[in-house]
């Protein structure tokens, strides 16, 4: 992806400096876990609404977006969002049954897939049942060019609309973990990647993630504070702090995790 620089720090909803930067960086910050839901989801409904055609969002998991996921199926937002539309794809995914407690697509299904006229055609979930890792990534992979209509990404066509991101206390995102071989994929839009307990995951890797018009990463909590602020400050030791996103970069985030509760 291209290089660009970041704007300068001139409040809440803008991004401090950053030398090597690469997207224009806006950060929010909400009272609260309940708050950060509700502006999460009023931002991407406007977001949704402004769009012609399908809109294409990738999904994370966690606590964070699943309480976004939960406001976005209840009124108003249950009935308002352009569902029909709207295409759902996950940014990662452990190899797990989709009924698995761990598994991503499961709490996304009982957090808001359940709940709300979407589609079935429109929900895109990492296989993870009858086939390795590897195949299942390769199986994805194959899914997301195919709704791509093209085997390489262009900048000014990203694949997603809005990708979603949570950030971990390692400063992971999706399943790319610090010092995994992963980090250097340049090509392979999907991969099959272990996790520190050698779990089995499937995470798209920095070429899909990057190739989206809004990344946003939801983070909340005293336990994150330490490592967004690295995060904020670019330290590439980071795994989230190397993505690139062809489009701009928000960060949402409540209070405690920001460091002003």
Known sequence: MTARTRDPATGISAAEPEAAAVSDRKLRIFRDRGALAEGAAEWLLGVATEKAGAFTVALSGGS???????????PPYQ???????THLFWGDERFVPHNDAQSNFRMAREALLSRVPIPAGNIHPVPTQGASPET???AYQHELMDYYGAE??????????VTLLGLGADGHTASLFPGAAVLGEQHSWVAAVADAKNLARITLTYPALESSR?????????EKSAVFARLRRGDRALPAALLHPVGNLWQFVDAECAGIS
Request: a positive charge; hydrophobic letters at 60%; zero cysteines.
């Open 136 to 138: 299942a990534a390769a």
């Open 152 to 161: 390489a990404l262009a900048p000014e066509r990203p694949l997603f609309d």
């Open 214 to 222: 809004l990344v946003v990463f939801l983070v909340t909590g005293k």
């Open 64 to 74: 964070t977006p699943r309480a976004l996921y939960e406001r976005l199926a209840a």
């Open 79 to 85: 009935e308002a969002f352009p569902w029909a539309r």
